[in-house]
């Protein structure tokens, strides 16, 4: 589990829990370890008890290299008050069921903690289970927005995390106004939100290496749907949500590499717009290797965008340094899926 809610705008809120499985945060972050070394990460939207996100930089906080770790949770875990409880810690022993605090966890080594001669999950576990002077109350909610968690953010070098989808546009901005790299999980139509598309253009975010349809763990009060939908063997509730993908600002190897283009430019192929001089590419496989002028591409474009071998220009309503109302992917009246526009260089 990611540890906190996707899209938790509320605690009571449950039908907006999405947690993240350990395998896929495994499969993106492999790319990144060069980054991590003498580094602090901050996990915050992460409850460390339940957390992949912070299981993971646990196993891996020798083998990166890290410097510290640090994880915030919104809603309190009741995992980690049954282990403070049978410390008989007094700060948590006095709060009320409905009144229990979020909390923090930092920590800055790691060690093999069960003598089994390496460091992993069950060193975590162990970790977590019998070090409790590890952990902080916090006296806020344990929101990213909160003070306390924008002080602990400004002592981090990389965020990594999934934040409130919800929250995206919010969640980001406050990255970049603390000049912070991150690695985060998100829905790829967020390329076009007002506030992502500039950043996305002007080569401050692009996405990662992993993106399509992903199944994510909710909990036991999720409603059941008719598709994307199931029940393990364990009784464990699945929902699979499309189109995620990585958001982030460390550089990769993957927005080096050039596309292969293959296909060559005709006019009945690639129709213009109706009111907006630019040719419609309805896939991105099809993008032509001998056209320089304005194509309308798919968003799924951001995926094998590379700044030295493309420009973006904005979409199919935020462009030409202006945020229009009307669609310009027009074509014999039909108004076509979200554009992004783009030149080759």
Not at 12 to 32: C, M, P, R, V
Not at 88 to 99: P, R
Not at 125 to 139: A, D, H, P
Request: glycine share 6%; net charge negative; proline share 3%.
């Amino acid at each position: 589990m990611s540890g906190n809610s996707n899209l938790h705008m509320s605690r009571s809120d449950k039908a907006d829990e999405f947690y993240t499985q350990l395998s896929l945060i495994e499969s993106e972050l492999k790319h990144y370890k060069l980054h991590f070394k003498g580094k602090t990460v901050f996990c915050n939207c992460d409850d460390p008890y339940e957390s992949n996100f912070f299981k993971y930089f646990a196993m891996n906080f020798n083998s990166l290299g890290l410097k510290k770790l640090i994880a915030t949770c919104y809603a309190s875990s009741p995992i980690v008050y049954s282990q403070l409880d049978f410390f008989g810690d007094e700060n948590v022993v006095a709060v009320a069921e409905d009144q229990r605090k979020p909390y923090k966890i930092e920590i800055t080594e790691v060690t093999d903690e069960n003598g089994d001669g390496r460091v992993d999950l069950a060193d975590v576990e162990y970790l977590l289970k019998n070090r409790n002077n590890i952990l902080t109350l916090l006296e806020g909610d344990g929101d990213f927005r909160s003070p306390e968690c924008v002080e602990l953010l400004k002592t981090a070098d990389i965020v990594v995390t999934n934040p409130p989808f919800s929250l995206f546009r919010e969640y980001v901005a406050q990255l970049m106004e603390y000049k912070k790299s991150f690695i985060i999980v998100g829905n790829q139509n967020a390329v076009t939100y007002r506030e992502i598309l500039p950043l996305i253009r002007d080569n401050k975010v692009w996405l990662g290496y992993n993106n399509g349809h992903f199944w994510f763990k909710v909990p036991e009060t999720y409603e059941v749907k008719k598709t994307d939908f199931k029940i393990d063997e364990n009784g464990q509730k699945w929902r699979r949500m499309g189109n995620i993908c990585w958001f982030t600002n460390l550089d990769i190897e993957k927005r080096h590499e050039n596309m292969t283009l293959f296909r060559n430019y005709d006019s009945k192929s690639y129709p213009k717009y109706d009111n907006y001089d630019a040719i419609e590419v309805s896939r991105t496989a099809d993008i032509p290797c001998d056209y320089y002028g304005i194509m309308g591409v798919p968003i799924t474009f951001m995926q094998y965008y590379n700044p030295n071998q493309f420009v973006i220009l904005g979409d199919s309503r935020f462009h030409d340094g202006q945020d229009f109302s009307d669609d310009i992917n027009i074509i014999k009246g039909k108004t076509l899926y979200r554009r992004l526009l783009i030149k080759r260089k």
